[in-house]
């Protein structure tokens, strides 16, 4: 049990590594000076003296940073951060994210490379039995394009957006012989069928295979890559709406614990070597969440200092002279806290929900 725990706290503790090393390789590229690189918050275990940056590793394994010259002041330093034009300033707190989408796809591309084949949604057969066959229904040779607006490419975006289905009614569109055809509360849903002469629970469709050569080991790798976007998307949509409360939402806690269950239950039923795939897996998921949270508008988050950039930008033009980065920096430090204070109390759900 606990070697699951332990993988998956380095697992998190990489993800977060990954992501300031975006920043800090972007911040020495353009010039920038980096005073502290840092894996991990509290205090330092770790520390070493580089020409110009302290590489630290500290206490908890839940965060990082990239600490640049002047970076919420003005400093006379024309190597400091505020320094830069607006330009370099974007792409070195942009590099956060983007770093964090390569390993993403790094990773899926690696796990995937190992795959014979993946699972359409054009349709091979209907089990006997199936309501609505024929022109007026489903026929075989018809791909199934959407469900509820949402798109599908392969059968777990059927799969997952089936799952939203009420009453076992979907808007569907399907496409037949190149043209699409829209069916507006169509009946579909789980039944029971005769399947080998056994009674199983079926949608009662089988799904065209398509083999797993290098194109298609890269289109899906594409595909899962953005897929994991849709599924932050689909999350936010759900908490805004109220189909999911705050306690659907988990902190790093509460995720170092999703991947010791993930991990266990594959191991149990398919080996080590299984769990270890699957907890890469859903690390490369949460990385993705990590790049597409952080570039949320949000005051000390990466894409609110993009916005501050662009917001400065447009004051300055009106007001014709240049704003000083310290009310930036009491934005962005108040927020700061704001943020910290959400965390702490992440953490403390997290902690009641492992217990309870």
Partial sequence: MYIYVFIAILAFGVLIAVHELGHFSAAK????????????????LLSKQGKETVYSLRAFPFG??????????????PRSFTAQ?????????????????????????????????????????????????????LMAGDTLVSINGERLY?????????????????????????????YTDFPLERREYLIDG??????????????????????????????????IRVSIAQIISGAAGFNDISGPVGIVDTMNTIGQE????????AAIRNIVFFMAFIGVNL????????????????????LTWCIEKIIRRRLDPKYEGYINTGAMFLLLGFMAVLLINDVVKLIR
Avoid at 210 to 218: D, F, L, R, S, W
Avoid at 266 to 273: D, K, L, S
């Fill in 64 to 77: 990082g940073f990239c600490s640049m010259e002047g970076e919420h002041e003005d400093v006379d330093d």
């Fill in 85 to 137: 034009k607006r330009w370099r300033r974007v792409l070195i707190l942009l590099a956060g994210s983007v770093a964090n989408f390569i390993a993403a796809f790094i990773i899926v591309c690696i796990l995937t490379s190992g795959a014979g084949s993946f699972v359409g949604t054009t349709l091979n057969s209907l089990v006997d039995g199936f309501p609505n066959q024929g022109e007026q229904g």
């Fill in 266 to 273: 594959a191991a149990e039923q398919y080996g080590i070597a």
């Fill in 29 to 44: 590229l353009l010039g920038v000076k980096v005073n502290e690189f840092a894996i991990g918050m509290g205090p330092k």
């Fill in 198 to 231: 056994q009674i199983e629970l079926r949608y009662g469709m089988s799904f065209n295979v398509i083999e797993a050569n290098v194109k298609e080991q890269i289109k899906y790798t594409v595909y899962q890559t953005l897929h994991f976007v849709r599924l």
């Fill in 154 to 182: 392969y059968i777990d975006d059927f799969t997952m957006f089936m799952q939203f289905a009420k009453n076992g009614r979907v808007d569907l569109v399907i496409r037949r012989d190149g043209k699409l055809i829209t």
């Fill in 291 to 310: 790049a597409v949270m952080n570039m949320l508008p949000i005051p000390a988050l990466d894409g609110g200092r993009i916005l501050f950039v662009f």
